[in-house]
């Protein structure tokens, strides 16, 4: 197929592996994933990496995540343990409390014969209820289950289409709202999937007949756009309710308000209180105070605080002025607000006490990073109806450990997440330094390696990043990857514009028309690890997922000379056909449109299928993917590895490994995590030439 867009044609020669579903289609993929997984398993040592890799992860007893502390001691998070494939939810009450299990996907799985995974879940004000969402197999299509925290029984019936979540209890800890996906009946576009999405209210254990619209598109009144995602939370206080309307993956939101009283009657009185224009990327509330983070005139944020009984942004309370430190985020507590900053690349967190008084730093015992309110339905650190705050708190050389910080200001370990005997080498090396790009811009990378690790270019060398919607790539401890330490390796860290390491300015940096920005600031990061002769182009590997795959293709497309092998898992790489998919319409925000020619030109740019060029010599590559990915298609991979296989002249293989189990990574089973990584790393290995790794 050829397209044109305002006057440039644009050649799309796999439009038909759209259609994965094809005989021919489907034939095909299962060549090349059959092909791919026997050639990755020839490599001589990739099953020794397999592992080391097993070890490490099989070397902590459990692994704790997504902590939630709640009045009483009680708390519930996701565990699993050294010998589970599968992250399961518990239930404790006080720190040395027993545990309960209350749900158990590896259960289902030996029902139904298909992985499951836990996608988020919110518990009850007093930890009576548990609402949780569960899908199968990656497609993170959630189903919402409620649970009695105590017996582990489930009340009432599942409700389906709840992708989101966005569930919150009211003050009552019975009646509970979520956000719903629309029902696609026949005839509907698929792009309509994630369209009119709308907030629901129920009481447990009623049917889901019974439940009531309480905010969305669908109240026209409201003037919120079909492509925006409606979320509703309750104050803990029974004084309010806020309504959040998203639009897409734009980090700006809308806010509404309404008398708490008024919702639960079923007829909310919704005013809207912050408008985009506001710049408003995240709030906390406390005693009829709306807390807001803002970047407008604030590059790098400021909080004001709103008085929610005259709300008037042009009467808000400046808390915390713009300066030079980041601020990320901000969570409330019953002794004050925590606030999350980034100084450079380590976070740092300060309490602001309500009413009179300066933030204080809270002095955490590691130099690292954490984050105050989580992704995926992650938990939040507080509770304003408790002091204090729970942190999981990490960096490049020390494992993630759960700490509760007191209102004195105390840090303490909470002993929830057992240490290991690989939790601290003491022969690890991270270092933080600015590589000049090409326009002058200082680009942050973190370099982590074993000590003793010889600066003469033989080092295998693996380059990580990400750099879209603002996230930053923090320091994080990985077991897996001590394995590839092991090896020999050095591994890299990136922060390119894209990212909002220094705040709004350096991600708008990499953002649409200055996207180039973001493979440009990539490539001098490898040109700069060459130079410094931690490794050279034949022995220098790139990785990045999902969006990262926009950052790795094209500095492949750019530099191909540059690489000895490229990487991209579930890869964003075909982006001119992005918004043709259901979850290509809420990320317009982020990328831009084809209906535009700014945007397309945009889109043009970043696209990695769209840039591959007949006759080139292209370094090794291997593509990886779920095939059941909702969020970006599988086809992104098997066109471009189409293409790249026609295309390429360098003789270096082109590989595709897909999982007909998995999506988008989200809810991955520990063998399917660690089976990957051994073939990431053996592959890259194999392809720089080391030792052990040449079949």
């Given at each position: 197929?050829?397209?044109?867009?305002?006057?440039?044609?644009?050649?799309?020669?796999?439009?038909?592996?759209?259609?994965?579903?094809?005989?021919?289609?489907?034939?095909?993929?299962?060549?090349?994933?059959?092909?791919?997984?026997?050639?990755?398993?020839?490599?001589?040592?990739?099953?020794?990496?397999?592992?080391?890799?097993?070890?490490?992860?099989?070397?902590?007893?459990?692994?704790?995540?997504?902590?939630?502390?709640?009045?009483?001691?009680?708390?519930?998070?996701?565990?699993?343990?050294?010998?589970?494939?599968?992250?399961?939810?518990?239930?404790?009450?006080?720190?040395?409390?027993?545990?309960?299990?209350?749900?158990?996907?590896?259960?289902?799985?030996?029902?139904?014969?298909?992985?499951?995974?836990?996608?988020?879940f919110k518990p009850s004000g007093d930890g009576a209820l548990a609402a949780?969402?569960?899908?199968?197999?990656?497609?993170?299509?959630?189903?919402?289950?409620?649970?009695?925290?105590?017996?582990?029984?489930?009340?009432?019936?599942?409700?389906g289409r709840v992708d989101f979540g966005g569930v919150d209890f009211a003050p009552d800890a019975r009646t509970f709202v979520f956000n719903r996906l629309q029902e696609m009946k026949p005839g509907m576009a698929e792009t309509d999937k994630y369209q009119d999405s709308q907030v629901w209210m129920l009481k447990a254990g009623e049917p889901e007949s019974r439940a009531r619209l309480v905010f969305g598109s669908a109240l026209k009144s409201l003037g919120i756009a079909p492509a925006e995602i409606p979320i509703v939370t309750f104050s803990h206080d029974g004084r309010w309710a806020f309504g959040f309307a998203i639009n897409g993956v734009q980090r700006e939101q809308t806010v509404f308000v309404s008398p708490q009283s008024a919702l639960l009657a079923g007829r909310p009185a919704w005013k809207r209180i912050v408008g985009a224009g506001d710049e408003v990327t995240g709030v906390a509330y406390h005693g009829d105070t709306l807390y807001l983070v803002s970047h407008k005139d604030a590059p790098r944020f400021k909080v004001l605080a709103l008085d929610l009984r005259k709300p008037d942004m042009a009467a808000t309370r400046l808390l915390v002025a713009p300066s030079e430190r980041v601020v990320?985020?901000?969570?409330?507590?019953?002794?004050?607000?925590?606030?999350?900053?980034?100084?450079?690349?380590?976070?740092?967190?300060?309490?602001?006490?309500?009413?009179?008084?300066?933030?204080?730093?809270?002095?955490?015992?590691?130099?690292?990073?954490?984050?105050?309110?989580?992704?995926?339905?992650?938990?939040?650190?507080?509770?304003?109806?408790?002091?204090?705050?729970?942190?999981?708190?990490?960096?490049?050389?020390?494992?993630?450990?759960?700490?509760?910080?007191?209102?004195?200001?105390?840090?303490?370990?909470?002993?929830?997440?057992?240490?290991?005997?690989?939790?601290?080498?003491?022969?690890?090396?991270?270092?933080?330094?600015?590589?000049?790009?090409?326009?002058?811009?200082?680009?942050?990378?973190?370099?982590?390696?074993?000590?003793?690790v010889a600066l003469d270019g033989n080092n295998p060398t693996l380059l990580y990043g990400y750099a879209s919607y603002g996230v930053t790539e923090e320091p994080f401890f990985s077991a897996g990857r001590l394995a590839w330490l092991d090896a020999g390796g050095v591994f890299a860290v990136a922060n390119p514009r894209g990212s909002s390491v220094?705040?709004?300015?350096?991600?708008?940096?990499?953002?649409?028309?200055?996207?180039?920005?973001?493979?440009?600031?990539?490539?001098?990061?490898?040109?700069?690890?060459?130079?410094?002769?931690?490794?050279?182009?034949?022995?220098?590997?790139?990785?990045?997922?999902?969006?990262?795959?926009?950052?790795?293709?094209?500095?492949?497309?750019?530099?191909?000379?540059?690489?000895?092998?490229?990487?991209?898992?579930?890869?964003?790489?075909?982006?001119?056909?992005?918004?043709?998919?259901?979850?290509?319409?809420?990320?317009?925000?982020?990328?831009?449109?084809?209906?535009?020619?700014?945007?397309?030109?945009?889109?043009?740019?970043?696209?990695?299928?769209?840039?591959?060029?007949?006759?080139?010599?292209?370094?090794?590559?291997?593509?990886?993917?779920?095939?059941n990915d909702p969020r970006v298609e599988v086809w992104n991979t098997t066109k471009t590895a189409a293409r790249l296989m026609a295309a390429t002249t360098s003789g270096k293989p082109v590989l595709m490994r897909l999982d007909y189990d998995a999506g988008h990574g989200v809810g991955n089973t520990k063998k399917q995590q660690l089976e990957e990584r051994a073939d990431m790393y053996a592959f890259l290995l194999w392809q720089m030439g080391a030792p052990g790794f040449q079949p």
């Open positions: 197929v050829t397209d044109t867009f305002f006057g440039t044609a644009v050649e799309d020669p796999y439009r038909n592996f759209e259609n994965k579903d094809d005989p021919a289609v489907a034939a095909w993929m299962k060549a090349q994933n059959d092909r791919a997984r026997a050639v990755l398993a020839a490599i001589p040592g990739r099953a020794g990496l397999l592992q080391n890799l097993v070890r490490y992860d099989a070397s902590v007893t459990e692994r704790v995540t997504q902590v939630v502390r709640l009045p009483k001691d009680r708390w519930f998070f996701e565990r699993r343990s050294a010998s589970a494939n599968q992250f399961k939810l518990f239930a404790r009450d006080g720190l040395a409390g027993a545990d309960r299990l209350l749900v158990d996907p590896e259960a289902l799985e030996k029902s139904t014969g298909q992985p499951h995974a836990i996608n988020w949780y969402g569960i899908s199968q197999k990656g497609s993170e299509a959630a189903v919402l289950h409620l649970v009695d925290a105590r017996s582990a029984q489930e009340i009432g019936a599942p409700i990320t985020g901000v969570s409330a507590a019953a002794d004050g607000l925590y606030i999350e900053t980034r100084d450079g690349n380590v976070k740092k967190l300060f309490r602001q006490p309500y009413g009179r008084g300066a933030a204080v730093e809270v002095k955490l015992p590691i130099q690292g990073s954490f984050t105050l309110n989580g992704d995926e339905g992650g938990a939040s650190a507080t509770d304003p109806r408790l002091p204090g705050a729970v942190i999981t708190l990490q960096s490049w050389t020390r494992a993630a450990q759960i700490y509760r910080v007191d209102a004195d200001g105390s840090v303490t370990n909470t002993g929830l997440q057992p240490s290991g005997p690989y939790d601290a080498p003491a022969d690890l090396v991270a270092t933080e330094l600015k590589v000049k790009a090409a326009d002058g811009a200082l680009v942050p990378m973190s370099i982590v390696h074993r000590k003793g220094y705040g709004e300015e350096w991600y708008r940096g990499g953002f649409q028309a200055t996207k180039p920005n973001t493979w440009n600031d990539f490539i001098a990061s490898a040109e700069y690890l060459i130079a410094q002769r931690y490794t050279r182009p034949a022995k220098l590997g790139i990785l990045g997922g999902s969006a990262g795959g926009i950052l790795v293709g094209r500095a492949m497309t750019t530099r191909p000379e540059l690489f000895a092998a490229v990487i991209a898992a579930v890869g964003s790489n075909d982006m001119l056909r992005a918004e043709s998919t259901p979850n290509g319409i809420p990320n317009i925000p982020e990328f831009g449109s084809v209906k535009t020619e700014a945007g397309f030109r945009s889109l043009l740019a970043m696209s990695t299928y769209a840039n591959i060029r007949p006759g080139t010599a292209y370094p090794a590559v291997l593509l990886t993917h779920g095939v």
